[in-house]
């Protein structure tokens, strides 16, 4: 069975642009977190989607934002990128809402200058 | 509020040194997981054990074993006979039981990089 897959892996952009980011879960999961990492915060969860709507969300500002489609895959888009997004973003699929096993992505790589 | 600490920022051993990487917790909820995670270098973190509140049962799985004591609210992590492999970065999270309307969010640790040297 395929792992979750993210793309890209690697992104810089500038001050002010936006950006969208691509998970695909496992098939057959139907439950989507994202999660940004940084040396100074560590993990914190941004958002948990389920049948393509926003279940449980983090303490993040509105530019971040996310949607997840018919098919399980989930996008999340940042607007107005300042340089403290600089981060390693990971999407982690389950089977459901209830499921705790959480599948990592390898993540992506997003460098603000 | 749930707070998990993992005090150690980095530990470094001999290959076939045994290790302990430190987890403290801390929540108001009776009913809880407690996770341990791996992150490689290659960025994707590898679920390692999951364990619930209501079992205080050590756990071994070959070279690792886990420590949980609620009474100290402690969830420690041990490898033995460590491995140039086992080098990666641990994460201990911490997550509320699911129910209907609950908030599946991990609460993690800031994690401790594990460096075993040939």
């Known amino acids: 069975k395929a792992g979750v897959t993210q793309t890209p892996r690697y992104l810089i952009k500038t001050r002010g642009q936006q950006v969208t980011l691509s998970c695909s879960p496992i098939s057959g999961h139907r439950s989507v977190s994202w999660y940004q990492q940084t040396p100074g915060q560590g993990l914190q969860f941004l958002f948990e989607?389920?049948?393509?709507?926003?279940?449980n969300k983090g303490n993040f500002p509105g530019r971040f934002s996310g949607r997840q489609f018919s098919n399980s895959r989930s996008e999340m888009n940042v607007s107005t990128l300042e340089l403290g997004d600089s981060a390693l973003y990971l999407c982690a699929s389950s089977l459901d809402r209830f499921s705790y096993e959480q599948y990592f992505g390898p993540g992506t790589r997003l460098t603000v200058t | 509020a749930q707070k998990v600490t993992q005090a150690q920022t980095e530990i470094s051993v001999v290959e076939k040194e045994d290790v302990t990487l430190d987890c403290v917790y801390e929540t108001r909820d009776t009913t809880y997981y407690l996770f341990w995670y791996k992150q490689p270098p290659s960025g994707e973190l590898v679920f390692l054990i999951r364990r619930n509140s209501f079992d205080e049962q050590n756990e071994i799985s070959g070279r690792y074993s886990w420590n949980f004591q609620k009474s100290t609210s402690s969830f420690n992590f041990t490898i033995t006979a460590s491995q140039v492999v086992d080098s990666a970065v641990y994460f201990c999270?911490?997550?509320?039981?699911?129910?209907?309307?609950?908030?599946?969010?991990?609460?993690w640790g800031l994690g401790t990089s594990l460096a075993v040297n040939p």
């Open positions: 989607y389920f049948s393509e709507t926003q279940r």
């Open positions: 999270a911490l997550s509320e039981m699911l129910r209907a309307g609950n908030n599946r969010k991990l609460i």
